[in-house]
């Protein structure tokens, strides 16, 4: 895997093989490979498609336009982009490198843990609804303070204990959902009694794919579930298509787990 900082590789069909998650640092990353304007919407495909955009967002295009326009609008001369449409971007040529100062620098720092927060308050939601649902269902709950890859300890009338990794997501435009697990995480909790509920949020209501870590450890194996950010992440695409639920691409159905509670016994 080649180091973010330097030039892109590509396999031999010239996809992409970084893995980043900021918008910006992946057009630049999709243009590099494009060597031409790109309008925001087909910039935003080609970084999911490749994996090297990160985000829980339902509208990653409008997301993307909005970046890269307040990029040329704030940075001028000095942005890696330049507009040569209505919402269509290319790579500066002529860009002039300014080194930032302490306050660029503690401004950045500042947006980046907004984000953080944001993303982290969508995470606690979900947190909270699988907790109602096991207490609908006559689990004792235990919310976990740390997050150190397990987010819910659930106990069942036997007394016996379930171990519970909640991830959600929001329907984003291109029909899917993406999620992320830590590596060493997962390495660390991969047993019998430990599942994971992905929260699929929609516009109406929230739906819960509730797998065990086995089958994740299955999928991983299978290559439907691809390590992504340098081998650091497990990266998990759920996709919706005529009310059928798939993993990672149309071969794998996995319509059996969709809210089916009944596994965590």
Do not use: C
Not at 91 to 99: A, D, F, G, S, T
Not at 190 to 215: A, C, H, Q, T, W
Not at 221 to 230: A, C, G, L, P, S
């Amino acid at each position: 895997m080649v180091n973010p900082v330097q030039e892109p590789a590509s396999d031999s069909s010239g996809h992409i093989t970084i893995t980043m998650n900021s918008f910006k640092k992946s057009a630049i990353e999709v243009l590099k490979k494009a060597q031409k304007p790109l309008h925001s919407r087909e910039i935003t495909r080609e970084a999911l498609a490749a994996g090297i955009l990160v985000t829980e967002g339902a509208t990653p295009e409008a997301t993307m336009t909005a970046q890269l326009i307040m990029d040329v609008k704030n940075k001028g001369k000095s942005s890696d982009f330049i507009k040569t449409g209505p919402s269509i971007f290319a790579l500066n040529p002529n860009k002039v490198e300014i080194k930032p100062n302490a306050e660029t620098e503690e401004k950045e720092e500042v947006e980046e843990e907004k984000s953080k927060i944001s993303s982290g308050g969508t995470g606690k939601g979900g947190e909270r609804l699988v907790a109602s649902e096991l207490l609908f269902r006559g689990f004792n709950i235990g919310i976990m303070e740390i997050d150190d890859g397990v987010d819910i300890v659930a106990l069942d009338e036997n007394r016996q204990n379930f171990f519970i990794q909640v991830k959600t997501a929001n329907f984003n435009s291109f029909n899917a959902y993406v999620f992320d697990i830590r590596i060493l995480s997962f390495d660390r909790h991969n047993k019998g009694n430990m599942f994971y509920i992905f929260v699929l949020r929609g516009e109406k209501k929230s739906d819960f794919l509730i797998m065990p870590s086995s089958e994740i450890e299955k999928r991983i194996t299978q290559k439907t579930i691809r390590e992504v950010w340098h081998g650091k992440r497990y990266r998990i695409n759920i996709r919706m298509r005529s009310g059928k639920i798939y993993l990672g691409n149309m071969d794998h159905e996995v319509n059996y787990y969709l809210n089916n509670w009944s596994q965590i016994k």
